[in-house]
């Protein structure tokens, strides 16, 4: 009887095989894990800057250059044009209030001074002239007054007499009535006289005010003649310094012309302009600083320009000490202030932020030996720190240079280049 022979599983060929294919695959295993992971770049650590992450008082503020200014400046115009006569002071002298600076000729001017004041004296000898003719015809007039009233007092007694007398029948009714017509016309005519007195000494009033007021309006322009004559002669009208005075003699100047310009030397002030940018950030009252020869000073905004050209211009006064070495035109870096003082975590400013956005940063390991990426939130920035928020602690090191060319790395390995 035959007895079935049971066929192996496991063969060695199958077990050979399986042991090929296992080998296979770890060894495909080990070569991605050992390839796999951050993309790494060595790196000379002196072509990079490595920066410490700090905590202190964090400010937003804006670096301006601000020039030295005198705290107000008044500027001299020809108020009347003319020839340049006289040149009274030089440029830089510091003057006191009205004192010449320049005289100027003007021909036609005089002329006129000289017709208008002409003008004036015929104008008054008439208005003489005419007071002394109404004053003649006024004692006429009350001369005539008097013998009207005369003759009227002389045909009333005669009218009252004639009256009795011819109740009693001693004069006719014709001579009685004579006597009363001559008195009633003596009567009339004395009201035409005072009437008429009445009206010409209003008119006469009237028409000595109008030539008074014409004298006084002559009068008036003469003085301002006299103004413009006066004008001629440019006075200093505050104290202060003269600069870029512009006269040479002989030289004629218009109306209007620029002459030069007064510095007070009561003050200093800093003018600046600010970019566009902060615009919406600029308030009068804003504080600055800045550092001269080891010392800081404080400065605000006193007045900001409406007109905007070429960024905002703003004038900055000092709020305490003026520096005694700081000269007009001397130029000044300020720190101008956009927000209080606060307690943050910060890292220095540098290249790394245009690659990054500041959403992430190579943080450099606690050996030292290598530099990997680590996401972060940065706040508010000035020119020398960002404001961290997230991501980074006091004590941390990063690389804040550029990372241009290292973007797209996940790892730096900080090796030294041998020598």
């Known amino acids: 009887m035959d007895v ?21 695959m770890g060894l495909l295993a080990v070569s991605f894990f050992s390839t796999a992971g951050p993309t790494k770049l060595n790196v000379d650590p002196e072509r990079i800057t490595i920066s410490e ?8 503020f804006i670096s301006i250059d601000g020039t030295v200014m005198p705290i107000k400046t008044i500027y001299l115009d020809a108020t009347e044009g003319g020839t340049v006569k006289n040149i009274l002071v030089e440029d830089g002298a510091t003057l006191t209030p009205g004192q010449p600076i320049i005289q100027l000729a003007n021909t036609d001017l005089q002329l006129e001074m000289v017709n208008r004041e002409t003008a004036v004296f015929d104008l008054m000898n008439n208005l003489q002239n005419t007071r002394n ?14 013998d009207t009233d005369y003759k009227l007092r002389e045909a009333k007694r005669i009218y009252e007499l004639n009256k009795n007398l011819y109740e009693q029948k001693v004069i006719s009714r014709q001579e009685f009535n004579e006597s009363q ?19 010409d000494s209003v008119a006469m009033r009237q028409q000595i005010n109008q030539m008074q007021e014409s004298v006084g309006r002559m009068q008036s322009n003469l003085a301002l003649m006299h103004k413009k004559m006066d004008d001629l002669t440019i006075k200093a009208p505050v104290a202060g310094r003269i600069t870029s005075l512009n006269a040479e003699i002989g030289e004629l100047k218009a109306r209007g012309q620029r002459i030069g310009q007064i510095d007070m030397l009561n003050g200093l002030k800093v003018r600046a302009n600010i970019d566009e940018y902060y615009i919406s950030r600029i308030f009068p009252g804003q504080k600055g600083e800045f550092t001269l020869e080891g010392k800081r000073y404080e400065l605000a905004v006193k007045k900001i320009y409406t007109q905007v050209t070429k960024g905002l211009q703003v004038d900055m006064e000092f709020t305490k000490e003026t520096p005694p070495s700081v000269r007009r035109g001397q130029t000044l870096q300020v720190r101008l202030a956009l927000s209080d003082q606060t307690q943050a975590v910060l890292v220095p400013k540098g290249g790394f932020n245009q690659k990054t956005g ?9 050996n030292g030996a290598t530099a990997y990426k680590a996401d972060i939130r940065l706040g508010r920035q000035n020119p020398e720190y960002f404001e961290v928020l ?24 900080l090796k030294e280049k041998q020598q």
Not at 4 to 24: E, M, S
Not at 53 to 60: A, P, S
């Open 4 to 24: 079935p022979i049971q066929k192996k599983t496991w063969t060695l060929r199958k077990l050979l095989l399986l042991a090929g294919v296992v080998l296979v």
């Open 53 to 60: 992450v700090t905590k202190g008082t964090f400010q937003e």
């Open 133 to 146: 003719l109404m004053q003649q015809n006024r004692i006429q007039q009350l001369n005539q007054f008097a």
């Open 181 to 199: 017509n001559t008195y009633q016309y003596q009567v009339r005519k004395r009201q035409l006289t005072k009437q008429t007195l009445l009206q």
């Open 358 to 366: 500041g959403n992430w940063i190579f943080k450099v390991s606690e």
């Open 390 to 413: 997230e991501g980074l602690k006091p004590g941390d090191k990063v690389v804040t240079s550029s990372y241009e060319g290292y973007e797209d790395m996940g790892e730096l390995v």
